[in-house]
Structure formats: structure tokens, C-alpha cells
């Protein structure tokens, strides 16, 4: 069966769908469990005696992301997408992220406690959803804020 696009032809679509992500992204940032790190170890520390003057010996280092997506903010009025892609009635408004692959890696690994964009933070509340198309991927997340 003969294709409908050539090579070339599809390359060029390709790139121009990268083009229309690349005008319209925005910088989110994501937050990850911070990491504990041991600072100090205090050997002559007597256990027992008058815990509270332990000094903490360790640290909380924050793990952040700033990375680009393209933000789709849907009333949840509007049943086409976000009642049948998660299947309830959610009274807030969602919000849904289009990411490439980078960012959707860094999202994937580890606990996200929140996604910072617009001055304001959001949840997320859904898997990755990938969808391919003439080569491309790109990865849709659905987010709610956090009041």
C-alpha cells in the first residue's frame, strides 16, 4: 500500500509540529521529594540525656525542574475532555500539560509534590498519556491546583 506522504513530506510536518510547540510553550517548574542529606554526624551526642539539644544532622536539599509545556486550562463544565479521559466529575478546573520526552522523564522519576506555572501551584492527577504522531511524542498530564 503506497504511502499519502513522502519522506520529505512527513519531515517537514514533523518539524512544523515541533515549531507550533516551541511558539507556544511556557516555563512550568516542577518539584520533586527533597532529597536528605547527612550534614553532621555529632559522635559525642549522649543518648538518653536531653534529646532536644541534639543539633539535626542532616538537610533537606530541594530537587526542581524548569522545563518548557505547552498549558490548556479546561473547564470541567466541558465533558469531551476531562470526564471521559478520567472517567469523574471534577468540580474545579483542570489543567492539562503537553511535555516532551526530557521533561515527562523527569516527572516519571520519583514523587512530584507539586507544578509550579502561572503563580500557581497545581497537583497532578493523572499518568502520562503519549501520543505519537508522524514521529513525534509528546506526553499530556492532567493537573489541579492546590488551594
Known amino acids: 500500500m503506497a504511502d499519502l506522504l513522502t519522506t520529505t513530506e512527513r519531515q517537514n510536518i514533523s518539524g512544523i509540529i515541533d515549531d507550533v ?26 543518648f538518653g ?13 530541594q530537587v526542581t525542574g524548569s522545563y518548557s509545556a505547552t498549558i490548556k486550562y479546561i473547564k470541567s463544565t466541558d465533558p469531551d ?5 478520567l472517567n469523574t466529575e471534577l468540580e474545579d478546573q483542570l489543567v492539562r500539560i503537553k511535555v516532551n520526552k526530557q521533561s515527562r522523564d523527569f516527572i516519571e522519576n520519583g514523587a512530584n509534590q507539586k507544578c509550579f506555572f502561572d503563580n500557581k501551584d497545581f497537583e497532578f492527577i493523572s499518568n502520562d498519556t503519549p501520543k505519537v504522531f508522524l514521529g513525534n511524542t509528546y506526553y499530556y498530564y492532567f493537573l489541579k491546583e492546590i488551594r
Do not use: C, G
Not at 25 to 33: A, G, T
Not at 49 to 61: L, M, P, R
Open 49 to 61: 540525656y536531653n534529646a532536644e539539644s541534639q543539633s539535626s544532622n542532616y538537610i533537606y536539599t
Open 81 to 85: 475532555e476531562s470526564s471521559q479521559l
Open 21 to 46: 510547540f516551541d511558539t507556544f510553550k511556557r516555563s512550568i517548574v516542577v518539584y520533586k521529594e527533597p532529597t536528605k542529606t547527612v550534614s553532621d554526624v555529632d559522635l559525642d551526642f549522649m
